[in-house]
């Protein structure tokens, strides 16, 4: 029920003034009988409540925002501290200098953006009002073009409230923060009017965003018809455009058997066909086939014998004196392909990612001289500044008539606003490093117009700036590791189609038993590591393993897609709890997402370089796994094994020697576990590696 606007706090999900109650009801013109007030959606107590109040009890001198202004009319910021006291006279004569004006302006910041709502003084005007999101039953909107766009809320007792006026448009904001929680479907009878079908947290909401939820337990009871709420899912799902929230959308669907199984719902009523779960799959990410039927010129791979898998070691990170020693007197990098293997043998000390990253990912020729990589820098500076003053210099007039720059702008604004808070780097309020990951990303926008922005994209940027602590070589980073992962991001995802077929196929080969049990429970899709391949297992570990991790797939090592292998090795891990405990679908996809956080990367990195080099021995690989990996005949040469050797046009085995370090570093064995006094292990000569193709 409506009850009357008293003291209200909690967190703000939107927040509008101009707003108006036309209490004439349309009979005079006169201005008193327009009230002027302000809309606010918050979340408070696990309840979700509107909010209207008239502005005359709504005016908190605390929230009121105080910007000055330069000659060019945009919000101006100063410097961090900690980054004023780094500046000097250097800089004032340094090549940068020019681009100052660039530097101090940024995004105007709205009041509570992420942070509780201030309270307010008990309500005075007899139109405030407030009520519960779960005692609302519709909401009527008026036809477009009708003068200004209004919103009227009845609620469940029959009550209907006021009619709200958006004088400043935006009405559509306010429906989108309600989707949030609630479903909304047009009414058959009147389109003008859209009917909330679910009182509890949206089951169309992402994917991503469910799952990062700490307690199920705290979804509520009160789902819809199953072919309603599936309707109502899908219609949903049409207005969003981006592909990671559509294909997350499609993966939501699944998730009432979760909600079901935690309620202690009758079991028998979970029943559904074999073929439900390729009908979800297939509408979330169109054309993806894996394991459902043999077709036409596709490869069966049988059950093969791959042979022992083989133990391996891994080594203490790079250290800053090993690198300086492949460094030639100009500033060349000498011995690429041996520094390369020395990453992915043991990763990178930390006082190295700043320089080294740049070369991994491209930015850095790995042939470049000092003075080149200066002259670089000093070219990209002046290209990235460019592209960032064009957004910089786009007044509110002209961002009015660009809806595609006001929705990233809307997009990167909420993720940058949730993106790693809990690390030191970005937590707290006013964050330098928020307002430099907002900035990146709308540059990015400049950069691949195409493209522009997509959900997930600042978890893959976010390491970067850490590591980098510098805004033009963090873009230019992001913008290399972009080209690697765009297809991921691309409306029609077709690089998300590819990984995970290709992963069915490798965990088949693998062990096939395992992949006949989760098709028998309708998992044989593998939707469940989504997440990992589209961001790169950003979620699934620790910050800092993250930044390890990430440094040895950029070396491209031992093999092409050695991500995959990384999923392989994941998922075999945990196949004797989900096969000796009989986990169907809600307790596998419960059970994987719970792993977040407690995988040891260590452990990972020898489990995957173990199965690529147990691949690359079998003389009977099917060639669908030849390809995914870039094998040739199984037979390949790696970076080590013909170091001080004249090229080889062709692929060729490599000697005992490309697997064995030396005796005196720790030893990881495949099962991840340190061995501080390793033992030398026997390799067969005729053993290849994996190159990158």
Known sequence: MAAAAGVVSGKIIYEQEGVYIHSSCGKTNDQDSLISGVLRVLEKDAEVIVDWRAL??????????CAGKDSSSVVEWTHAPKERGHRGAEHLNSYEAEWDMVNTVSFKKKPHTNGDAPSHRNGKSKW????SLTDLKSIKQNKEGMGWSYLVFCLKDDVVLPALHFHQGESKLLIDSLEKYVVLCESPQDKRI???????????QSFENLLDEPAYGLIQAGLLDRRKLLWAIHQWKKIKKDPYTATMVGFSKVTNYIFD?????????????PSEMADFLSDAIPGLKINQQEEPGFEVITKIDLGERPVVQRREPVSLEEWTKNIDSEGRILNVDNVKQMIFRGGLSHALRKHAWKFLLGYFPWDSTKEERTQLQKQKIDEYFRMKLQWKSVSEEQEKRNSRLRDYRSLIEKDVNRTDR?????????????????????TYCMYDFDLGYVQGMSDLLSPLLYVMENEVDAFWCFASYMDQMHQNFEEQMQGMKTQLIQLSTLLRLLDSGFCSYLESQDSGYLYFCFRWLLIRFKREFSFLDILRLWEVMWTGLPCKNFHLLLCCAVLESEKQQIMEKHYGFNEILKHINELSMKIDVEDVLCKAEAISLQMVKCKELPQAVCEILGLQDSEVTTPDSDIGEEENVGLTSCSTSAFQSNSSLPVFAASGARDDNPTQIAMSPNVSRLTPA
């Open 422 to 442: 809990t690390n030191k780097f970005y937590e707290g309020q006013d964050n330098p490093g928020l307002i430099l990951l907002h900035d990146i990303l709308m």
């Open 194 to 204: 859209l009917l909330v079908n679910c009182q509890n947290k949206s089951l169309s």
């Open 56 to 65: 005359d009890d709504a005016l908190d001198s605390s929230s009121i925002l």
């Open 261 to 273: 199984s935690l309620r202690g719902s009758d079991p028998s009523t979970h029943q559904r066909p």
């Open 128 to 131: 405030s009002f407030l009520f």
